[in-house]
């Protein structure tokens, strides 16, 4: 059995927890900075996550709601879809927003890739950087 790896970001937002957790859990906003979802807010919801098609991907998520504190955490599983489903990948990423005193500290994990995913570890590491950016983004811009 080999050891499992996580990727995890952290980034301090200026934002209160409630603000953020709306980008995290309503679809139109999710879209603005992650893909395109018919994500819902309901433990056990069965969703997806869309981008265009890409070599060795078929651009598709398979994805379900495993946990939910409003404004504190929301946790899905983030797996690879159709002929790539059987051998594909197969992860949880958890968000965690903590209150701090100027904001809301902003923790997403990614875990669960296997010692052969070097390339979706990499990927991942490099791409949930640019969507906290995204998320921060989208959040700086809410009412």
Not at 38 to 44: I, K, S, T, V
Not at 59 to 66: F, Q, T
Not at 106 to 135: H, I, P
């Amino acid at each position: 059995m080999t050891a499992e790896r996580s990727v995890v970001v952290e980034r301090l937002m200026p934002h209160p927890p409630q603000k953020i957790w709306r980008a995290l859990t309503q679809g139109p906003l999710i879209e603005e900075w992650l893909m395109k979802t018919n994500f819902e807010p309901r433990l056990g919801h069965k969703f997806n996550f869309r981008t265009d098609p890409m070599p060795q991907w078929n651009g598709v998520l398979d994805c379900e709601v495993l946990a939910l504190e409003p404004h504190e955490t929301v946790s899905y599983s983030w797996n690879a879809s159709g002929a790539e489903a059987a051998n594909g990948l197969k992860t949880v990423v958890t968000w965690t927003l903590t209150p701090t005193e100027g904001g809301t500290l902003v923790r997403m994990e990614q875990s669960g890739f296997r010692a052969e995913e070097e390339a979706n570890y990499q990927g991942a590491l490099y791409g949930w950087r640019r969507n906290l950016a995204g998320l921060e983004r989208v959040v700086g811009g809410l009412a």
